[in-house]
């Protein structure tokens, strides 16, 4: 889960640096007014920024591609492929928490019904299952 966190952390930092220098190169003038007297504003890097940023914009659109195996769609920048094990969150959601503990820090909120990848798990103190009431060590 946490390469998750961070491909998404590197992603935003990638568009915030492409936005910065679509901004710094834009604006400037490339080449002399055509025969109309306009000037062309719009340089090759600055096309190859422009897409970069139209690029990055889609990936945050479009929801992550879920596994075939996978018994509901990912969830939002939840790590799917390449993980040992695949699970879908509960009807009220779930918690992602720094240590296997609730006395660990909660680093993210999943929403309800939506898969996720892990790769290992830890047995802990058996909490109570909301629906049933009985301790559920699973």
Known sequence: ???GDVSSRLADLATVALVLAGVLILPRRIGPPDEEGRTVRLSRLGE???????????????????????DAPACRNAQ??????????????ANVRAGPSEDTEQVARL????SVGFDGYCIGVPEPDFATGVPDSR
């Open 111 to 114: 929403p309800a019904d939506c």
């Open 48 to 70: 190859v920024v422009g897409v970069g940023v139209a690029v990055a914009a889609a990936l945050y659109t479009f929801p992550a591609v879920t596994p075939s195996n996978a």
């Open 80 to 93: 799917v492929h390449n993980t040992r094990f695949l699970a879908t969150t509960v009807d009220r959601g």
């Open 1 to 3: 889960m946490c390469g």
